[in-house]
């Protein structure tokens, strides 16, 4: 009796998107599967946000779910506040980096410490959506790189994605979590490249660092759009027989140090790169540890490649501010040099 073997059956493969389309399409997951996700900010709705991240999103979920908001960044931090507090989800979008300061107040004095001020009676799940950095020949206050500055506020977590998979994972995660979350998209990279990115629903996790590329002479941790810099570094130092492994931090507040001291562990070198002024910046934090926890598997001192203690200049000198891949490559010959 002859059998006949079941026919393969046919798989879809996920679309192949953009980092602002990850955004996009996680926004609309949680949004469809939670009625207490709202979205809020300037321009958001009609227009689909400046970047066009919220595209479509009020035409789907109405007006009462996607709501634009005046001009006024305090008035949309302390609206975020008093919904998440009251059982909403809100994710507020700041526009641009450099238009957040005037929603300090309202997330330090107040989103920040609802756990600690209630004993956990209270949380406050919100999310910030901050387009985030530089590289798009933008005018002043539109490229700011200022994540150090959240990461040295208790009760907010700091995240920041370099690629539309973890985009996509990260925001689910963020807006599922119940304390506030600053969300950091390097807008450089928004259109860069696709990836495929299923739109399954699966968080990735918060508070842990990505090792994405394996390497046993030198460790380069980053964050955001320098990831991809890092990575076509460790490729062209590959070419002259250096390997070098490229750690994205992804979650700056809580840091995963875990895992970039095993990394060094193994290594002996760090190349510390970021886009934010070199004094105070988050590599300055990592840099610190390093000395307190690691000092004796370092066989070289730590590099820091990273912009200028300056504003971030104007387009025709923006990309000379930005850390680059020889940069990186001359940094890491640097640790190499010291035996």
């Given amino acids: ?78 609206l975020a506040v008093g919904l998440a507090t009251q059982g909403m989800k809100p994710v507020a979008e700041a526009q641009f980096d450099g238009f957040v300061y005037p929603m300090l107040d309202q997330l330090v004095c107040h989103a920040a410490r609802f756990r600690n001020r209630t004993r956990g009676r209270l949380t406050c799940p919100l999310v910030l959506r901050v387009p985030w950095g530089g590289g798009i020949r933008a005018p002043e206050h539109h490229s700011e790189a200022n994540e150090a500055m959240f990461t040295n506020v208790p009760g907010l977590r700091v995240v920041m994605p370099s690629s539309p998979q973890r985009a996509y994972g990260l925001l689910l995660a963020a807006i599922r979590d119940p304390d506030p979350v600053i969300y950091l998209e390097p807008k450089r990279i928004y259109r860069q490249y696709k990836e495929e990115v299923p739109d399954d629903g699966e968080a990735l996790p918060l ?91 370092l066989v070289a001192p730590v590099e820091r490649v990273t912009g200028y203690d300056v504003p971030i200049p104007l387009f025709r000198l923006e990309m000379h501010y930005l850390p680059s891949v020889g940069k990186i490559v001359a940094a890491v010959k640097r640790t190499l040099a010291v035996s």
């Fill in 1 to 78: 009796m002859s059998t006949t073997a079941p026919l393969p059956q046919a798989t879809t493969a996920a679309p192949a998107i953009t980092l602002i389309e990850a955004i996009t399409q996680a926004l609309a997951h949680e949004m469809t599967h939670d009625p207490s996700v709202l979205v809020l900010g300037e321009d958001v709705g009609v227009n689909g946000g400046v970047f066009r991240a919220t595209a479509g999103l009020q035409q789907r979920f109405g007006a009462e779910r996607v709501l634009d908001t005046p001009l006024d960044e305090t008035t949309i931090a302390g």
């Fill in 207 to 297: 508070d842990v660092c990505y090792v994405l590329r394996d390497g046993g002479d030198v460790t380069l941790v980053t964050w955001g759009a320098q990831v991809k810099e890092c990575l076509e570094a460790a490729e062209a130092l590959a070419a002259e027989g250096i390997d070098a492994e490229v750690i994205d931090v992804a979650t700056l507040k809580p840091l995963d140090f875990d895992t970039i001291h095993e990394s060094v562990r193994k290594t002996g070198r760090c190349v510390i790169v970021h886009e934010a002024c070199r004094t105070a910046g988050f590599g300055a934090e990592i840099a610190a540890r390093l000395a307190e926890q690691a000092m004796y598997d």
